[in-house]
């Protein structure tokens, strides 16, 4: 019977630092004179400390044993998986990676592997992303599938296609035929970004697309409304239902600071008395900070307006976000306003006094 030889290594990515300025570690396994990435280890080093001939830590300080304890259990692991199969036929490193990895095989193509990235996201959806998180990657992956069908007649990439020329002509494409403004583009250039990074932690991409790219965001002055333009939308009588529901949400963003998201997920939990003033208590989906508002008349009274409208109950029957914005628009135009107004807006709008509204009773009645 053939000895098979078997061996863990760790080494570090070169040209990639995290924020901390550490190199990232990653994984090789070699089965007799045959090699293979297995992808990140997901640890990082100071390189100073890095001793590449053994692939550990050096010194005795209390950082170095961490790092190399974990190193030994990742190794501890790998190894496990190889005497598991060490005799039988079929024994192979793609066999121990995928073991290793969960038991997946390895995605053919890189469509294939940003699916599967996607419906991971769409299962976290509830428990520890939002609905947003998983849509913004879905039409992140609409705009790719139409580059590469408009740009090269292809359905699919495989993993070595991948590279700068096409990444930097996705960017071309959002701005030209995607008709996306700038930032909008950058956003969804990092988020491009994030499903390439994953790829190469999982050792399917061998060169970052991204090595020479570069995400730069033009700054925006987003504006706020003023007393008098937050006066008008507040007076105006809308004949279309909608607009006066949206109108009214907008409003209750104006006056709290909340984003979409925060207000969308307000339930009567979130409503909290204290000396005889009632207030909102949450924490912002996006920060996951705590967040404790004032509950003013305004906000008090269209909240009475909508209580026990949304069957799921939310205090507010609210739409998506764009179509929220889409009716926002509508709004701005009716009321003569030359500012874009958008959902996020309302959360600038940060009032500096309560405004006089003879009209609130209008609104809220």
Not at 50 to 56: A, E, I, V, Y
Not at 57 to 62: F, L, N, Q, T, V
Request: charged fraction near 25%; hydrophobic fraction near 40%.
């Amino acid at each position: 019977m053939t000895t098979k030889k078997f061996r863990v290594a760790f080494y570090l990515r070169c040209g990639y630092l995290t924020k901390e300025g550490k190199s990232l570690i990653q994984i090789r396994i070699v089965l007799n004179n045959e090699r293979l990435i297995l992808g990140s280890a997901g640890l990082s080093v100071d390189k100073n400390i890095w001793d590449s001939s053994k692939g550990r830590a050096k010194g005795r300080s209390g950082e170095a044993a961490a790092l190399n304890n974990k190193l030994d259990k990742i190794e501890a692991d790998i190894v496990y998986i190889f005497h598991r199969h060490e005799y039988e036929e079929n024994l192979s490193l793609d066999m121990i990676k995928s073991e290793y990895l969960g038991g997946s095989q390895d995605p053919g193509s890189f469509m294939e592997f940003f699916q599967g990235f996607i419906d991971e996201v769409q299962k976290e959806v509830g428990v520890s992303r939002c609905y947003a998180s998983y849509q913004k990657f879905n039409v992140l992956m609409k705009h790719f599938k139409a580059y590469i069908y408009t740009k090269y007649k292809r359905k699919d990439l495989l993993f070595g296609e991948l590279n700068f020329k096409i990444i930097n002509g996705f960017e071309h494409y959002l701005l030209t035929d995607g008709g996306c403004q700038h930032n909008t583009v950058m956003r969804m250039m990092g988020n491009l970004k994030t499903i390439t990074i994953r790829a190469m932690k999982f050792g399917y991409l061998r060169v970052d697309p991204y090595a020479n790219y570069k995400i730069k965001f033009n700054k925006t002055d987003r504006g706020f409304l003023t007393e008098e333009e937050i006066k008008t939308i507040m007076d105006k009588k809308f004949s279309l239902p909608r607009l006066e529901v949206v109108r009214d949400i907008f409003i209750f963003s104006c006056f709290t600071g909340l984003a979409y998201i925060d207000v969308a997920q307000l339930t009567k939990e979130n409503i909290v008395e204290i000396n005889g003033r009632k207030w909102i208590m949450t924490k912002r989906q996006k920060t996951n900070v705590p967040s404790n508002v004032l509950l003013l008349d305004v906000a008090k009274a269209i909240l009475k307006k909508y209580k026990d409208r949304d069957p799921n109950g939310r205090l507010l029957p609210i739409l998506t976000n764009q179509r929220m914005n889409s009716y926002l628009k509508e709004i701005g135009d009716v009321c003569g306003i030359e500012k874009r107004l958008t959902f996020h807006l309302a959360r600038h709008c940060i009032l500096s006094f309560f405004l006089k509204i003879n009209s609130l009773q209008r609104l809220t009645s």
